[in-house]
Each structure stands twice: as structure tokens, then as C-alpha cells.
């Protein structure tokens, strides 16, 4: 008998121990088991809640504070090549004024979606798209990211993260990084009655949940109007007494 073949044999011989000690049946053990399992998962959603409900805070406080400043953000990227950026959405407020923008990069318009991924480049809703090249767009994001009392907010920002640091775009530390799905998190545990043990909801089904009507998913400058849209929608909701 190899060390594995021990190992797993003692292992047999404690759960074993326990189900006689106990007079379990196998069934109640595998229920017993799936029981703890659940009881676990209970446990992580409990904290990510409280790791929500922190943020929940921080947004709700700085959208009503017109000091604050906001960059909502979105990329889209080739569905062949995730390196190859060819979509960002920029909706901001800088001095309490909010603007959107959606720009497509000069030097990759004709690597087009649309396979996996829809294709709604050429519809942007609200506004006029600019086309720059990728050097000029670098330069654009830099320098808005180095606006003061700045928050960078994006669904699932980790990812549009990953994606500023493919262009060599690194987020100051000064930034404060708000993820509308951890915001959402705690809005569906007050509002909604939900305790979801993940807090990966797509756009689509966050603003569904918001009553938000929304046109044109996957153009990069759709989403990020979007995506602030929702986040007025939830800190709106919002009051001191929640937290």
C-alpha cells in the first residue's frame, strides 16, 4: 500500500468511526455533509456582503457629495484577441457635470465582433463616437485619471482594469475603485431580499433588476452610460440608515 492508497484509507476508516459512533446512516452522513457545504456557502455570501455593503457606502456617500468626481469606464475587446482593445466608453462627472463619450480606436476598426460577442460599434446612443488612435486615447485616459478626488467605477471593474493595464495604463493609487456588482450585492440584499453567493450578475441583468431600459449592449460607451446610470439608480435608493 503506496502513502495515497494509506492516506486515503485512514480517511475512510474516520468517516467511518463517525458514522458508527453516531449510528449514521450513509445517507445521513452525505447529508450531513451537504448540509456543512451549505452552511459554507452561507458564510462566504455573509462576507461579501459585508465587503459590499463597505463599498455600497463609499458610493453612496461620494455620489452625493458634488466634490466627488467619477470615470465610469468600459472596453470592448476583439473577440479573438483580448489584447487587441478596440472600444472604450468614457462617462464621467467633473465638477458635478456628467458627460459621456465613446470612442473606437483608429488603428483597429476594421477587427469587428459579432461571433461570440455582439456587434454594436456603430451604435453608440448618446452622442457622437471619435475615432483616435490608440497613442492618442492612452494619452485621453491618462490624463483623467489624474483628475483629484477622482472614483473609477466599472461592472466588474477588475476586468477594465486588466484591460487599462494591456494599453500600459496603470490606475493611480490615489483612485478609488468602485465595482457597481458589489454595489448591487447589498442593494439586492435590502431591496430585493437576495443573498447571492456571487456577486458576477452581467450588466444586462443588473439593469433588468434596476427597471433600466437599455439599447445597444456591448458598445463600450452604451455600457458605461449604463453602468452610471445604475449607480445613481442604487446610491439614489440609498439612505444613512441603511448602513
Known amino acids: 500500500m503506496n502513502r495515497l492508497q494509506a492516506k486515503k484509507a485512514v480517511?475512510?476508516?474516520?468517516?467511518?468511526?463517525?458514522?458508527?459512533?453516531?449510528?449514521?446512516?450513509p445517507e445521513e452522513v452525505k447529508a450531513e455533509r451537504k448540509e456543512r457545504k451549505r452552511r459554507a456557502a452561507i458564510q462566504r455570501a455573509e462576507k461579501k456582503l459585508i465587503r459590499?455593503?463597505?463599498?455600497?457606502?463609499?458610493?453612496?456617500?461620494?455620489?452625493?457629495?458634488?466634490?466627488?468626481?467619477?470615470?465610469?469606464i468600459?472596453?470592448?475587446?476583439?473577440?479573438?484577441?483580448?489584447?487587441?482593445?478596440?472600444?472604450?466608453g468614457i462617462t464621467m462627472r467633473i465638477n458635478g457635470e456628467w458627460d459621456y463619450h465613446h470612442?473606437?480606436?483608429?488603428?483597429?476598426?476594421?477587427?469587428?465582433?459579432?461571433?461570440?460577442?455582439?456587434?454594436?460599434?456603430?451604435?453608440?446612443?448618446?452622442?457622437?463616437?471619435?475615432?483616435?488612435?490608440?497613442?492618442?486615447?492612452?494619452?485621453?485616459?491618462?490624463?483623467?485619471l489624474k483628475t483629484p478626488n477622482l472614483h473609477?467605477?466599472?461592472h466588474g471593474v477588475e476586468n477594465e482594469i486588466k484591460y487599462a493595464n494591456v494599453l500600459g495604463i496603470p490606475i493611480p493609487?490615489?483612485?478609488?475603485?468602485?465595482?457597481?456588482?458589489n454595489v448591487f450585492s447589498f442593494f439586492q440584499s435590502l431591496f430585493l431580499k437576495e443573498i447571492s453567493n456571487s456577486n458576477n450578475i452581467s450588466l444586462a441583468k443588473m439593469l433588468t433588476h434596476l427597471n433600466?431600459?437599455?439599447?445597444?449592449?456591448?458598445n463600450a460607451?452604451?455600457?458605461?452610460?449604463?453602468?452610471?446610470?445604475?449607480?445613481?439608480?442604487?446610491?439614489?435608493?440609498?439612505?444613512l440608515s441603511n448602513f
Open 11 to 25: 480517511n475512510v476508516s474516520r468517516h467511518e468511526q463517525k458514522r458508527i459512533r453516531y449510528k449514521l446512516t
Open 52 to 72: 459590499a455593503k463597505g463599498e455600497a457606502l463609499v458610493a453612496f456617500q461620494a455620489v452625493s457629495n458634488p466634490s466627488c468626481n467619477f470615470l465610469v
Open 74 to 88: 468600459d472596453f470592448e475587446a476583439y473577440e479573438f484577441n483580448q489584447k487587441i482593445i478596440t472600444e472604450a
Open 103 to 144: 470612442y473606437r480606436i483608429k488603428n483597429f476598426l476594421h477587427l469587428r465582433n459579432g461571433r461570440f460577442v455582439p456587434d454594436e460599434a456603430d451604435n453608440f446612443q448618446f452622442g457622437d463616437s471619435k475615432i483616435v488612435t490608440k497613442i492618442a486615447f492612452i494619452s485621453i485616459l491618462k490624463k483623467i
Open 152 to 154: 473609477l467605477v466599472g
Open 173 to 181: 493609487k490615489d483612485v478609488t475603485v468602485l465595482d457597481t456588482q
Open 212 to 218: 433600466i431600459r437599455a439599447f445597444c449592449l456591448h
Open 221 to 239: 460607451g452604451n455600457d458605461a452610460r449604463y453602468t452610471s446610470e445604475a449607480l445613481r439608480e442604487m446610491t439614489n435608493k440609498f439612505t
